[in-house]
Structure formats: C-alpha cells, structure tokens
C-alpha cells in the first residue's frame, strides 16, 4: 500500500521560513518523481516543484530561488525548503508520485504566512 505523510507546516510570519517533509512508504522511492502541490482557498490545486529520482528538479515560477526541494532516498523521503515566505504563498500543500500506474496523495500539511 502506498502512503504519503507530510509535515512540517504551520504559521509563519511574512519573509519567514519553513520546511515541509513527506514520508513514503509502499514504493520502490527511489525509482519515482515526487512533487510538491498546493492549493489555496477557492483556486484549483497547482505543482509548485518536482524533483526526479536522480535529482534533477522543476520549479513554478513565483517559487523559483525561493523554495528548495530535495530527497533523501534512504529515509523515503521528500522535503520542501521555503524561504522568503508570502502571503500568497498560504495554502494546503501535498505530497505527490505516480506509480504503478495511478496517482497517489498525502493528506497535506497546511501553511499560513500572515503578520
């Protein structure tokens, strides 16, 4: 059984920091793409970042130089560095890999960047 777990989320003043982690289980980790996705109130759910299981990663532009995605493929895992936080930036984001055919979601960890 496949299964995504994210952390790390939480309340953060504008211009402050977070790192989100997503714990995988139930896949051969190294061998798939993990992605960051986010979804703020009203608007539909968008990828903010990839990263390959060799490391090459993908960035949305308003998060380019600010966010850092990584992963370490002994511990099954996936983390999510954001810098420079914005308001905008407030969302519900989950954890993301395709296997075996299907796609499969963590539950989200909620960011709020607000003063």
């Known amino acids: 059984q496949v299964r995504l777990v994210e952390s790390g989320g939480g309340l953060v003043q504008p211009g402050g920091s977070l790192r989100l982690s997503c714990a995988a289980s139930g896949i051969n980790f190294r061998l798939y793409t993990m992605g960051w996705y986010r979804q703020a109130p009203g608007l539909e759910r968008e990828l903010v970042t990839n990263?390959?299981?060799?490391?090459?990663?993908n960035y949305e532009e308003t998060v380019q130089g600010r966010f850092t995605i990584s992963r370490d493929n002994v511990r099954n895992t996936v983390f999510l560095k954001m810098e420079s936080l914005k308001p905008e930036d407030t969302a519900v984001y989950y954890c993301?890999?395709?296997?075996?055919?299907?796609?499969?979601w963590g539950q989200g960890t909620r960011v709020t960047v607000s003063a």
């Open positions: 993301n890999t395709g296997a075996y055919g299907r796609n499969f």
């Open positions: 990263i390959t299981g060799g490391g090459s990663s």
